[in-house]
Each structure stands twice: as structure tokens, then as C-alpha cells.
């Protein structure tokens, strides 16, 4: 069946009824410690916005119940869900006019394995849980994308990787028609370089670089990403600007010693504040002020994210945006 066009994405910055989380249950090498730190992200996000908080079952509520204490907007969810890295698996929110749809992606496998049924199945039964307004509709790309594989300015430019283009398209032409004929954006910017620590080998541009605005891009200081950023050129063949963020100073690794992905382009935007990830690193603060300077309307914090990083991101990757409009108020 021929897939209809449902209009663009958002930008990271785009106004939201609330951010979606997932109680952590599997995934972390510490779980307790990445409890403690959700808990914080989530008390953090809901002093100013709803947050949605997905529990897979009662004792994961139960203990979340418990860590968070009394926090304001929290709202419960108890769909079947394993991963809390809900931005790999769970749905892209597209917008026709100002009408938002859910879009569900057939996920790639990351750095952790392949997921689940109940995660290849979650952006369904997000929609059918009852709290979306009854006129969201789902559909479903027909190829394998993972959503933090897209970064969007929420005008005419889609930021990917190569890395990111499934084995059977293979090269960028072919999915530039297949983005450019579903999306309404027409201008994809492709990177090709993989990171100081091959941060990108799984077609994860999040973990390099992300739009601060429709003219800038925040990415990981890297000579290569550099060069090949600065080579970048909007519709009107304009370049854009570059925000170099650092890298952290001391390497972040797993308990085996294989290096993670510590990067501040995992910074996650809430529509008060935009919370940079920290790892106890002398870069923490220069990386906090630059992000301060491009979202100069949001009050810009660190959060300790050592606990939450995992080999497939931190912050970003475990907040879901439901953009304004997607939710019906509460109790309808």
C-alpha cells in the first residue's frame, strides 16, 4: 500500500503536552543507581510539565512510587514495555499543519541487541491506551529507521548519518526520494564521519550532532564532524552555523572497560529547560554555558547522566516529546 505523506517533524524545541518516560527495568549496569538518576530527570521534567511515566508492570510502579515520593505531574502508564530508552523504539510524532499523528517506525537493533516484541509493539499500544486525542492516527514507515536517527529544524532540513540508511536502500539517493516523498521536507544533509569513538557506527546522528535552531547545529568537537558540518548548506545554499560542544576530558566506560558514548549533543529539551547530561568532567560547565547560549529563552542545567549512559545514549534517548495537541486532558 502506498505510504501517505504525513507532513514534517518537529523541531527538538517544539512546545509539548508532555515528556513520555519508561521506568527503568532492564539495560543499565547499575539499575539501582539509574533509578536514583531517573528519578531526578523525572522530578526535574515535571516541576514544569506533565510527564507520562510508563511502568511495565505494578512492582516497577511500586518502585517508582517510592523513589519519586510526591512529585507533581507525574501521570501513570502501565503498558507492557521492558527498555527505557523509549526514542529507539517508540513513535515520531509528524505534523500536518499543526495536527499532530503518531509514526512508528520499524526500529533498528542498536549496541544491546534486538528489541523485544513489546518494544516492536509499543507505539501501538501508546495509541490505544486512551490518552491520546481520538483523531491522532498511527502509521508506519516500511523501512527500518530508528527516530533518534533524524534531526529536524523543523523547517526544510533533515540531519542523518549514512549509517543510518538499511542495507537494502544502501545508498543516499534512494532514501532521500523515500524521506523526501513522505516527509514535507525537501533537503537531506548527510555526515559520514563516525565520532572520536565511533560514536555513529549505528547511524545515530544524535549522538554527534543536533539542530539548536533552524540555522545552527550543536555537534561533537571532532575535526572530521567539523569539516563536514561546515561543508553542510541549507535550501537557499546558505552554510550553517556551528556550535563545537567538548568532549568529555576523562573517558566514560562500561564495568568491561569498552568506552560510551558520553556526549553532550544527549541533551534532552523540555519547554522550560533543556537538561545537559553531566559525568563528573571539568567539560560539564563549558558544555552547559554553550548550550545556555543557544537556547538563551530556556533555562539550561546539568544532570549528573553517569548512571543513565548506556552504549546507545543517555538523556535524549530516554525522553519521548508528545508535542502540544497530541493529549486530551485527563479524565475525558
Not at 519508561?22 to 528519578?39: I, L
Not at 542498536?110 to 501501538?124: I, N
Not at 516523498?181 to 565511533?198: I, K, N, T
Request: aromatic residues 6%; glycine residues 8%; charged residues 25%.
Amino acid at each position: 500500500m502506498k505510504q501517505r505523506s504525513l507532513g514534517h517533524l518537529p523541531a527538538t524545541w517544539a512546545r509539548q503536552d508532555a515528556l513520555l518516560f519508561v521506568w527503568p527495568g532492564t539495560g543499565f549496569e547499575d539499575t539501582d543507581a539509574a533509578r536514583r538518576s531517573m528519578a531526578e530527570l523525572i522530578r526535574t521534567v515535571a516541576a514544569d510539565q506533565p510527564v507520562l511515566l510508563v511502568c511495565g508492570d505494578h512492582e516497577r510502579r511500586a518502585d517508582a512510587e517510592r523513589a519519586l515520593g510526591a512529585t507533581a505531574d507525574v501521570e501513570w502508564l502501565e503498558l507492557p514495555v521492558g527498555s527505557s530508552l523509549m526514542r529507539l523504539f517508540g513513535p515520531q510524532t509528524v505534523l500536518m499543519g499543526d495536527q499532530p499523528h503518531l509514526l512508528a517506525f520499524q526500529s533498528r537493533a542498536g549496541a544491546l541487541g534486538p528489541w523485544s516484541p513489546l518494544e516492536r509493539h509499543f507505539s501501538q499500544q501508546l495509541h490505544g491506551c486512551g490518552r491520546l486525542r481520538p483523531d491522532i492516527r498511527i502509521s508506519r514507515l516500511n523501512f527500518e529507521l530508528s527516530p533518534a536517527a533524524v534531526e529536524t529544524n523543523g523547517d526544510d532540513s533533515l540531519l542523518m548519518h549514512r549509517g543510518s540508511i538499511p542495507e537494502r536502500i544502501g545508498t543516499p539517493r534512494p532514501m532521500e526520494a523515500m524521506l523526501t516523498s513522505f516527509f514535507r521536507h525537501r533537503h537531506v544533509l548527510w555526515l559520514e564521519a563516525d565520532g572520536p569513538s565511533g560514536d555513529a557506527s549505528g547511524g545515530r546522528v544524535d549522538l554527534l550532532a543536533r539542530f539548536v535552531g533552524r540555522q545552527c547545529i550543536a555537534h561533537v568537537d571532532d575535526p572530521a564532524l567539523a569539516t563536514e558540518i561546515a561543508a553542510l548548506r541549507d535550501p537557499d545554499d546558505r552554510p550553517f552555523q556551528r556550535l563545537a560542544l567538548p568532549r568529555p576530558e576523562r573517558p566514560v566506560a562500561a564495568a568491561d572497560g569498552s568506552p560510551l558514548p558520553a556526549s553532550y549533543t544527549q541533551f534532552l529539551v523540555t519547554n522550560e529547560r533543556v537538561i545537559v547530561p553531566a559525568f563528573a568532567d571539568p567539560a560539564d560547565e563549558p558544555a552547559r554555558r554553550l548550550l545556555a547560549d543557544a537556547f538563551p529563552e530556556r533555562e539550561v542545567i546539568s544532570l549528573d547522566a553517569r548512571a543513565l549512559t548506556t552504549p546507545l545514549g543517555a538523556l535524549h534517548v530516554l525522553g519521548l516529546p508528545l508535542v502540544e495537541g497530541m493529549l486530551q486532558p485527563a479524565g475525558d
